[in-house]
């Protein structure tokens, strides 16, 4: 070769790596542009958020209905209420309905109740992430003359249905393990690990049951779903063809078409097919990120970012270990080429250099955003697992980084495979451990995004049920009301005053004050109907900057005699526009940036061959 040949070499390599540098960081923009743009909808399941009657709750009078708020949308075919009484017996109740003007509520029409304690038994199943929930209150029906009934009092606990919860956790354990199991053998194959026909044939065969582990998830959780609604057949339509749904499905296609993309004999390149795996591999992470957690905190969508990127990261790493040891244990055993090993393991080494302070880095912030506080750590059972699946993490990560120093300062071509395949299996039992916890925090309600979700919820009821209230007699000069503003209600909140009796004046004044601030309004006379001689109303709206205890002044025309009442109430929450259409290009966008920066940096890692 002439030497203007090997000197352009250098100049040709360092373009090609620069240009596939920038496909990696375009794709890494590509992909989170289209996750921070697509809607990713609250899910903490369906949490109780209130009920009329509520727990406790003594009553005067049998109530006609039951009415219970629940934060996300329900499936009505999947969902339901019961009422027993205080031994046992079940009440005859009509069936129940989600609320038409509220899809995350459900009524439940009661028949004539007399005295007595009641059992409620709710069980729901979320619209969006398609878990099931179950739990109990209990109030009470007092005699004529306000006395409590006599029998047990009522339980006010709530509780999760054992049988779907289980095999939602067992069944997300397995869907894990699946998704590591195929990105890793994706992973060993665009690493130039599969070099020959027997590493082809166990990967080959790795992929498969990742297909048919996924296979058998898809159908467990379905069944789960079901066994938690009481095996209802008019509710399996709904069941099959959710949103959550549609995220298995998604799992259970990609896995699908991997096991049937996957090369049948050993290929140098194949880029196109090579291509196709790494999508089916990001397609699959993605379907697992949407139905996390972290959607359902104050950023959803930073939260489906930070979950791609951990799951991603997760896998390559985890699932990158699991390949690493089936290509490296087979070759070792055939006695293959040592030199091809090596390359592979230092390969991989790259990517998982990379991946594991993504894993940390991801972890973190999806923590930060799901739970409350530092106290849920230790408070709550989804913190403590949280802490277990950290522990089983910091553990893995110190054991890879001592073998890999170990393996660097004392390994010799001879010994070294025998300790190297030691060494990989310790770290893919780890690697299964760690899905342990995780599969646990798949069916646990996070207590930051419970909160958040309870907050829009109750947030999106004030439309209806004042924050406060106030009726009295007397004279009108000024009323004042203590308002609690939690952070769901600052901002534009509305206000409505009623007055019945002569009110000469046609304008109040509201002034909303703390300890900081003074906010005045005027509230005008409405245009509703209403006879000015008996009977006023005024309506405003105060703009309040944020959470707190706030006092409400009414002032009006003194001396007048009248009864006043005073109501504070947001307006409801923005409705989402998300577009199924518009969605579903933004899921492809992500997708495909995810495989260029999935194609690029492996290029980086693993040039051709003719590079070298």
């Given at each position: 070769m002439s030497g203007a040949g090997r000197a352009e070499r250098p100049v040709g390599r360092a373009h090609r790596l620069a240009a596939r540098t920038a496909l990696a960081a375009g794709g890494a923009l590509l992909a989170a542009a289209a996750l921070l743009a697509?809607?990713?909808?609250?899910?903490?399941?369906?949490?109780?958020?209130?009920?009329?009657?509520?727990?406790?709750a003594d009553l005067a009078a049998a109530p006609a209905e039951i009415r219970i708020a629940f934060s996300e949308p329900l499936m009505a075919a999947l969902s339901g209420v019961e009422v027993d009484r205080s031994t046992g017996a079940r009440v005859g109740t009509t069936p129940g309905h989600v609320d038409g003007a509220d899809a995350a509520a459900y009524v439940?029409?009661?028949?004539?109740?007399?005295?007595?304690?009641?059992?409620?038994?709710?069980?729901?199943?979320?619209?969006?992430?398609?878990?099931?929930?179950?739990?109990?209150y209990g109030f009470t029906v007092l005699e004529a003359d306000g006395a409590v009934p006599p029998g047990p009092p009522p339980p006010r606990s709530s509780l999760p249905a054992p049988l779907p919860v289980a095999i939602s956790a067992v069944t997300s354990w397995?869907?894990?393990?699946?998704?590591?199991?195929?990105t890793g053998a994706v992973l060993a194959l665009l690493l130039g690990g599969v070099a020959d026909a027997t590493s082809q044939r166990l990967l080959g065969r790795l992929v498969a049951a990742a297909a048919g582990a996924t296979a058998l998830a898809t159908a467990a959780q379905f069944a789960g779903t079901?066994?938690?609604?009481?095996?209802?057949?008019?509710g399996v339509p709904a069941m099959i063809s959710g949103e959550a749904a549609a995220w298995w499905w998604l799992r259970l296609a990609a896995t699908v078409v991997a096991a049937v993309a996957?090369?049948?004999?050993p290929t140098r390149e194949g880029g196109g097919r090579r291509t196709l795996l790494a999508t089916t591999v990001l397609a699959a992470v993605l379907a697992v990120a949407a139905t996390g957690h972290p959607a359902a905190g104050a950023l959803p969508r930073a939260g489906l970012a930070f979950a791609a990127v951990h799951v991603l990261a997760a896998s390559l790493w985890l699932g990158g270990v699991v390949a690493v040891a089936i290509v490296w244990i087979g070759a070792w055993r055939r006695g293959a080429d040592h030199a091809v090993r090596r390359a592979f393991v230092r390969r991989f080494s790259v990517v998982a250099g990379m991946a594991v302070p993504a894993v940390l880095a991801s972890g973190v912030a999806s923590a930060v955003l799901e739970l409350g506080g530092t106290g849920d750590l230790t408070g709550s059972g989804y913190g403590r697992w949280l802490l277990v699946k950290a522990g089983l993490v910091a553990l893995t990560v110190a054991v890879a980084a001592g073998n890999a120093a170990r393996h660097r300062a004392r390994g010799s071509p001879r010994e070294a495979p025998r300790r190297v395949a030691m060494w990989l299996g310790t770290e893919a039992v780890l690697g299964l451990l760690v899905l342990a916890p995780t599969a646990a925090l798949s069916v646990l309600a996070p207590s930051g995004a419970t909160d958040a979700a309870r907050a829009a919820a109750r947030q999106a009821q004030h439309a209806a049920d004042p924050v406060s209230a106030f009726t009295g007699l007397g004279a009108m000069g000024t009323r004042t009301v203590e308002v609690a503003l939690t952070p769901g209600t600052a901002g534009v909140n509305d206000v409505r005053v009623e007055v019945d009796g002569d009110l000469a004046t046609s304008r109040l004044q509201a002034t909303l004050t703390s300890a900081s601030a003074a906010i005045r309004a005027r509230l005008a006379r409405s245009g509703l109907d209403h006879d000015p001689a008996t009977h006023t109303v005024f309506d405003g709206s105060v703009t309040v900057p944020g959470a707190g205890r706030w006092e409400l002044t009414v002032s009006g025309a003194p001396g007048m005699s009248a009864a006043i009442s005073v109501a504070v109430r947001a307006p409801p929450p923005p409705t989402s526009h998300a577009s199924p259409v518009r969605d579903g290009w933004l899921l492809v966008l992500a997708v495909l940036g995810g495989t260029a920066v999935l194609m690029g940096a492996v290029r980086v890692v693993r040039p051709r061959r003719s590079e070298e």
């Open positions: 697509l809607a990713a909808p609250a899910s903490a399941h369906a949490v109780f958020v209130s009920a009329s009657p509520g727990p406790g439940q029409p009661l028949p004539q109740l007399g005295p007595g304690r009641y059992t409620v038994v709710w069980h729901t199943t979320s619209k969006i992430d398609g878990h099931v929930r179950w739990g109990s397995v869907g894990l393990a699946a998704l590591f199991a195929l079901w066994a938690g609604t009481g095996w209802r057949a008019a996957w090369p049948r004999r």
